[in-house]
């Protein structure tokens, strides 16, 4: 299978990225599914604005569940940012090119996911105005600082990095891009915002020097990152004493979770993508299957971790930690348990047959039930051990709420939106990094060129 | 100042562009430089260019914002605002490296970028490279090098014969 497909050149690679933007008029069905998203966008907006009138209240959180939904979705939604920068970084060190045609929306992606994720803590301090003396080191008037020995304070730091360096990261990349735009837009507005973008960016050899430098530095820096931010998250649990939580599994098993979810995000965007713009030639079924085999090879880590996390739970002699594995397995939130397991450990081994993951409906439908997975694997972590810890006057029942339900879908709809925005105003497939698949691309030593 | 920028020959390899680059540099001219729409690694090398100097500047930025990272904390939990959490020391280094670690990260991207942009002298709204009417190509699947007439050895008459021996497809004059 080909990374691209043969046939192409130079031109016809430029022409075909830029011209999705810069000629294609815009369709029915870009217009009809913005229109959907940018609808339950507002749902968020409607969902945010009375909970600023109201407070929390209005969410089901309460003693001794405190954390619920907004916890919960912010996980998930930081998880799925994992994959862009485990494509854009990780697969550009290990010199894995095929990476090269779906970097650039997996990385908008993790933008977008991270800025979903983001207000989740934010609106959850209730205040969202004052957040900036509690999280940020800011000198205010009455002489106090963030407790740096907090793993919650590690979090902002950590996912504040995560997002500047994400953007950093996806704007650099961007860079010559923006100059084909500029260079082929006939439009004088858009020639202008492109220019502007640009930056005069003109392709100078001591440029492009440079700039594969820091491409290549921002991508080793980002691999450590993006492994420790997800790690950081896990450490706001993994740093308290509560059953189920208290467990030094939790980084990797986070991780790996945060890749696969990611993967599943990447299939589940790119399928209708390349379907509906024609891009079969450019995101090929390599990078699908390749997908896939990530997806299946991370699931199976979190499975292993499932599998731990129960056998630690007996094996601990801890009489706490083994009521959380039993109310895990039977207690008032089984269904959602057993969902998970069905999600994440037995319908993902359908990925080893060859036809699944071939074939790219199939694929699709896989992706949807491991991002369901995922997001009530988070649910599991959050609410079980919350909700029945070491004394059972403590014990209580957390039950969403609609506002809760509508916050958490209304954030998909700003997703969605601001992805359909992406595609139809920037070049989605990195349009140099796609020339340099091309043999034509390579320099022939001068024993070829003299025949 | 020179009447013109320079002279531009256009080529349709990098292959072509890389011998081309070699040649000239062979034949004495320092001040050229070649424009591609894609980095090639044999281009920056034919012309001469070996040292970016990116790498130093993430180096030093990545210190200064572990640095800064690390002391800003010590100088908050130790000095400034001392407060007893669990009886932990009030220097309990072990909570201080992930800021720490995260700080380098920060400032290391931050300057690597900004560091790239301005040693490149980016953001440039004018460039007399932009008024070569094919030069939109340069962006898209044409080669250019261009030799400036800044280079003593440029000779405006002699320069042009000596790009049209190296197969450009095209010359032609960089005007102000």
Same mark, same amino acid.
């Given at each position: ?170 704007? !650099? ?6 100059? !084909? ?65 208290? !467990? ?27 379907? =509906? ?20 090879? !991370? ?90 810890? =070491? ?6 029942? =957390? ?53 | ?176």
């Amino acid at each position: 299978m080909h990374v691209l497909e043969p046939g192409h050149t130079f031109k016809s690679i430029t022409d075909k990225i830029a011209n999705i933007v810069l000629r294609r008029p815009v369709t029915l069905g870009w217009v009809a599914g913005f229109a959907i998203s940018f609808g339950v966008m507002q749902i968020l907006l409607l969902a945010l604005a009375y909970l600023l009138f109201r407070g929390t209240i209005i969410w089901g959180i309460n003693i001794p569940i405190g954390w619920g939904f907004a916890i919960i979705n912010f996980v998930w939604w930081i998880g799925i940012g994992h994959a862009g920068t485990l494509i854009s970084a990780i697969l550009l060190l290990l010199k894995q090119s095929w990476r090269n045609s779906i970097n650039r929306f997996a990385e908008a992606m993790t933008l977008f996911a991270v800025a979903c994720a983001g207000m989740f803590p934010l609106v959850h301090t209730g205040r969202p105005w004052l957040a900036a003396y509690w999280l940020f080191p800011y000198p205010n008037s009455m002489g106090v600082w963030p407790q740096f020995r907090s793993p919650l304070i590690w979090d902002v730091f950590a996912v504040s990095t995560y997002f500047t360096i994400s953007l950093l990261f996806w704007f !650099t990349g961007l860079i010559p891009d923006l100059a !084909t735009m500029r260079d082929r837009a006939q439009n004088r507005w858009a020639r202008g915002i492109y220019g502007l973008l640009a930056m005069g960016w003109r392709g100078s050899a001591r440029h492009w020097k440079r700039y594969e430098t820091v491409y290549l530095l921002l991508a080793g820096i980002s691999t450590p990152l993006v492994l420790s931010v997800h790690t950081v998250v896990s450490f706001d649990f993994a740093t308290s004493i509560i059953p189920g939580w208290h !467990t030094t599994i939790f980084p990797p098993y986070f991780v790996a979770g945060a890749i696969y979810s990611g993967f599943a995000m990447v299939l589940v965007i790119a399928i209708p993508i390349r379907k =509906y713009y024609g891009l079969d030639d450019m995101i090929t079924m390599r990078h699908l299957v390749n997908s896939a085999k990530v997806m299946l090879a !991370t699931g199976l880590i979190v499975a292993y971790g499932y599998v731990m996390e129960v056998f630690a739970g007996f094996y601990s002699g801890n009489v706490y930690e083994k009521y959380l594995t039993l109310n895990r397995f039977e207690g008032p939130y089984a269904p959602f348990y057993w969902a998970l397991v069905f999600c994440n450990v037995i319908f993902l081994n359908i990925l080893w047959f060859k036809k699944v993951r071939e074939t790219p409906i199939y694929l699709f439908l896989v992706s949807l039930v491991v991002l369901v997975g995922m997001w009530l694997e988070r649910f599991v972590i959050v609410v079980v051990s919350l909700h029945r810890d =070491y004394m059972p006057s403590q014990w209580g029942i =957390y039950v969403p709420t609609r506002w809760d339900y509508l916050t958490f879908i209304g954030t998909l709809g700003l997703f969605a939106s601001a992805m359909f925005l992406f595609i139809r105003i920037m070049p989605m497939i990195s349009i140099f990094e796609i020339r340099t698949l091309l043999p034509e691309s390579k320099v022939k030593a001068e024993a070829e060129v003299k025949h | 100042m020179e009447p013109i920028y320079g002279l531009m020959a256009e080529f349709d390899t990098p292959t072509e562009l890389v011998e081309a680059a070699k040649r000239s540099y062979a034949d004495g001219y320092r001040k050229m430089d070649t424009y591609s729409p894609f980095p090639i690694e044999e281009a920056s090398e034919a012309i001469g260019f070996h040292k970016d100097r990116v790498a130093l500047i993430v180096l030093i930025g990545g210190l200064l914002g572990g640095l800064s990272g690390y002391l800003l904390q010590y100088w908050i939990n130790v000095i400034n605002y001392p407060l007893n959490i669990g009886g932990r020391p009030y220097h309990s280094w072990p909570s201080f490296i992930i800021v720490t670690f995260e700080m380098t990260i920060l400032f290391a991207g931050i300057s690597g970028v900004v560091g790239m942009l301005a040693l490149n002298g980016l953001p440039m709204p004018y460039h007399p490279v932009f008024n070569v009417p094919r030069f939109k190509e340069a962006t898209n699947d044409k080669f250019f090098l261009c030799i400036e007439a800044a280079d003593p050895k440029f000779d405006r008459a002699d320069t042009e014969r000596f790009l049209a021996s190296l197969n450009a497809t095209n010359i032609s004059e960089v005007p102000h």
